[in-house]
């Protein structure tokens, strides 16, 4: 009998777990869902002898930099250091560091930037995934709004624009007219169409 309840012990500790395991990739799968990234692009400005332009799509950097890369990163470092108003330098260091998501050391050389160039659309974009990444959404936002307000038909813009609206500011009203303006507009970029409309499908 005591064999018997110790074994229902251990089945029902078991059957717990498992359900507590499967709650939680429910949880971690529906989070996903709900909370997505940004569609992103953002361009390494290079010198004139590298001929190669490298592209994040803002969720990440492989997991370590090579060391061509972290050679890269102390030569901009050196280049800032040398010329603390090198807007060049200051861009490539601070999408380095986006690349290694390290959000809050990519934001002090984009910012400084965007104050020596003001009106630099992909400098905004690079500070609007950061700002997004820290979840500083209304940050986030105002960057991208920026954007519009020198190109009004960026379709990146308008679509992160739709993206913040409708899960982190629960506007579902705004985020439709961005998603909206992003079919209107965009008639090349077929994988932010196919955003655009999933997102206004659901």
Request: hydrophobic share 45%.
């Amino acid at each position: 009998m005591a064999t018997n309840a110790v074994n229902f012990s251990r089945k029902t500790i078991i059957a717990a777990v498992l359900l507590c395991a499967a709650a939680m990739f429910i949880t971690s799968f529906v989070y996903r869902m709900n909370h997505p990234n940004l569609f992103v692009q953002v361009e390494q400005q290079h010198s004139p002898d590298d001929g190669h332009d490298h592209s994040t799509d803002g969720t990440g950097a492989p997991a370590g930099m090579s060391e061509g890369a972290m050679a890269k990163v102390k030569e901009f470092m050196a280049q800032v250091k040398e010329n603390p108003n090198d807007v060049k330098a200051l861009i490539n260091l601070g999408n380095s560091f986006l690349m290694m998501r390290a959000w809050d050391r990519a934001l002090e050389p984009l910012e400084k930037a965007n104050s020596l160039e003001p009106g630099n659309i992909g400098l905004l974009k690079a500070i609007g995934i950061a700002y997004f990444n820290k979840e500083n959404f209304d940050k986030a936002a105002e960057a991208y709004k920026q954007i519009l307000a020198i190109d009004p038909n960026d379709t990146l813009a308008l679509f992160n624009l739709g993206v913040i609206n409708k899960y982190y500011f629960e506007d579902m009203d705004t985020a439709r007219t961005y998603f909206e303006k992003v079919l209107v507009i965009e008639k090349d970029d077929e994988e932010i169409i196919k955003m655009a409309k999933q997102e206004l499908d659901h």
